[in-house]
């Protein structure tokens, strides 16, 4: 309950704090704009600029010039989802956002210049440093979706000789680290990862102490050229907070931390979702309309085509349904249960298949749990429906057709459920982007197959 109170209280303060900023904007009042954004964090800031018009978040932008402008507008940049982010940096003089681009670590330049075309890379490229604009490039390098272009370049390495005391001195003298690291990664003379070990073990331990003595029991490495999905499964299969990233000889190229992985997992997440309910896996709130058209008029227009299947299957029964108009009413029912089962299973079976918990290994026992599942929530359902059947129509044959026909149904959707994705990802195919199309017609066209069937033989 105190929970819920305190999560209507920060809505409405976002929301009193979005007319308070919405209002500052209107009369041009820098300052107030200043005050009412100084004390937010960037994400806050990104999700503020993400709920007003565009043309409001220009004349937000130009109003709001805070003492560290180009730290702040960088960390909103990183903040900000890729289709906002674009037009915030194209409503933005190059100047300012080249300026908030060399004060952050190079993987977040990578992950905001990857989105962006060609011309408005180049000239952001030109106003980094030399040694940040040769780490980016090198970065974008890499394959899409990849190790390289997640991990950052700003590493803090020591040869594996070292000693405690030696290494809290290179880290004291240095004027280059990056915000944020948790390990200090240990190297061989070739540059090539050996161990690592945590800060806290460092500072916990004498300065005579050698570091390969205190190396963390978890440390293992990652390629460039790795799939950013296989490298996220990493952290968090074997609960790793940063992992060095190598080229392929083996050399030390960067280092991943546990926020990135972790975003990646979540666009992972938010993608199946978006991929599942047919709308594009990158739909936001914030795309207009014609975007949004475009994401979803294509699985509209497939559905149309997978929605003939039913009606075909229908129109071989039109006999059956005339002799007994009843069933017109009662088929949807049986049809739409199923469609529900199978999102169920689908559900759970992608995600698993996401998360490398439904494999080859184990898809027998997932398989059969499923089975079993569909069975007992068939005959669940069916008690149900059957006696429905006869209360209402005062007919056990009717009951029983509506019974085996739910039973039936769940059987098929069960399995569909975790078949369909199983076998578009033995197939190399995304599990997520047409397996909700495939079960939702399978289940349709089975659950009216079987009722308009059973109908026929049992009560015609």
Excluded at 41 to 68: G, T
Excluded at 170 to 177: C, P, V, Y
Aim: glycine share 6%; net charge negative; proline share 4%.
């Amino acid at each position: 309950m105190a929970e819920d109170r305190a999560e209507r209280d920060e809505e409405e303060a976002a929301m009193e704090r979005l007319v308070a900023v919405r209002a500052a904007v209107q009369t041009s009042d820098a300052p107030r704009v200043a005050a009412l954004l100084e004390p937010l964090h960037a994400a806050d800031i990104a999700d503020l600029l993400e709920q007003i018009d565009p043309d409001e978040r220009d004349a937000l932008l130009a109003l709001w010039h805070p003492a560290d402008a180009g730290e702040a507008l960088g960390e909103v940049l990183s903040e900000l989802s890729d289709s906002i982010r674009e037009e915030v940096i194209e409503s933005l003089p190059q100047e300012r956002v080249a300026e908030a681009m060399r004060e952050l670590e190079t993987d977040d330049v990578v992950d905001i210049l990857e989105d962006l075309d060609e011309p408005a890379q180049e000239k952001i490229l030109e106003a980094l440093d030399d040694s940040d604009r040769v780490a980016v490039e090198q970065a974008l390098s890499y394959p899409e979706y990849s190790a390289g272009r997640l991990m950052q370049r700003e590493t803090v390495v020591g040869p594996e000789h070292w000693t405690v005391g030696e290494a809290i001195d290179h880290m004291r003298s240095a004027d280059w680290l990056p915000d944020q690291f948790y390990h200090v990664i240990l190297t061989d003379p070739r540059m090539k990862p050996v161990g690592y070990v945590t800060l806290g073990r460092i500072l916990s331990s004498g300065r005579d102490v050698r570091l390969k003595d205190i190396a963390e029991d978890s440390f293992r490495t990652v390629s460039a050229t790795d799939p950013e999905a296989d490298v996220a499964y990493i952290f968090n299969q074997y609960h790793l907070i940063s992992c060095p990233v190598v080229d392929e000889n083996g050399r030390l190229v960067g280092v991943i931390t546990i926020d990135d992985a972790m975003n990646v997992l979540d666009e992972e997440h938010q993608e199946d979702m978006l991929r599942l309910a047919g709308v594009g896996d990158e739909s936001t709130v914030a795309d207009g309309p014609i975007e949004t058209v475009k994401q979803r008029l294509p699985w509209l227009v497939a559905n149309l085509f997978t929605a003939s299947f039913s009606a075909l299957v229908i129109s071989q029964f039109q006999s059956t349904i005339a002799g007994l108009v009843a069933l017109a009413a009662l088929m949807p029912i049986v049809a739409s249960t199923g469609g529900i089962a199978g999102t169920q299973s689908l559900a759970v079976a992608v995600r698993a298949l996401a998360t490398r918990d439904l494999t080859r290994a184990n898809a027998g026992r997932v398989v059969r749990r499923e089975l079993t599942a569909g069975m007992l929530n068939g005959l669940g359902l069916a008690l149900i429906l059957g006696l429905a059947g006869v209360l209402i129509f005062g007919d056990w044959h009717l009951g029983m057709v509506l019974a085996l026909a739910m039973i039936v149904n769940q059987i098929v959707a069960a399995l569909g459920g975790v078949l369909v994705p199983l076998t578009l990802e033995r197939l190399g195919l995304d599990p997520a982007l047409a397996s909700g199309t495939f079960v939702t017609t399978l289940t349709d066209v089975m659950g009216y197959f079987a009722f308009l069937g059973l109908a026929t033989l049992v009560l015609l």
